[in-house]
């Protein structure tokens, strides 16, 4: 399998696509602050459609782009063969989960995203230093093994 192409202006690229329709999060799995994005979207995902995969894991290699596992400095939301990056990603998972996150979500997105962007570089360039960096990936909570497909 090959991985997609990517393009920097849209923070787009088209991928193969997974094993099923379910959007995939993509997180550095050993950031403290990734972690609790992770949480924190699975506590509002109701519908429990996302799915979540670290970028050192095997998903991810089969998925993306080498450059974002090695590089590990933005989140990745992969849907529909498309995967999106750094705030593009937040504001599309902040929609997929619906009701209020979803106008959240759509209110950021109208923000350009060289601007959202300069913000979300400066938080990855600090997350380690701030929010630690752990020794393990997440491990899964009770009830959450099928929602992680590494």
Known sequence: ???AQFDE???EQVAAPPP????IVFFDGVCGLCNHFVTWVIDRDRRGLIRFAP?????ASLLLDRRFREELKTVVFLHNGRATIRTGAVCR???SLGGVWWLVGSLIWMIPWFV???GYRF???VRYAVFGKLETCRMPRP???QRFLD
């Open 9 to 11: 202006q849209t923070s």
């Open 20 to 23: 099923s329709d379910s959007p």
């Open 1 to 3: 399998m090959t991985n």
């Open 55 to 59: 970028l050192q894991g095997k998903t």
């Open 93 to 95: 998972i902040l929609r």
């Open 143 to 145: 009830g959450e093994q």
């Open 123 to 125: 938080v990855a360039s």
């Open 116 to 118: 959202r962007d300069l």
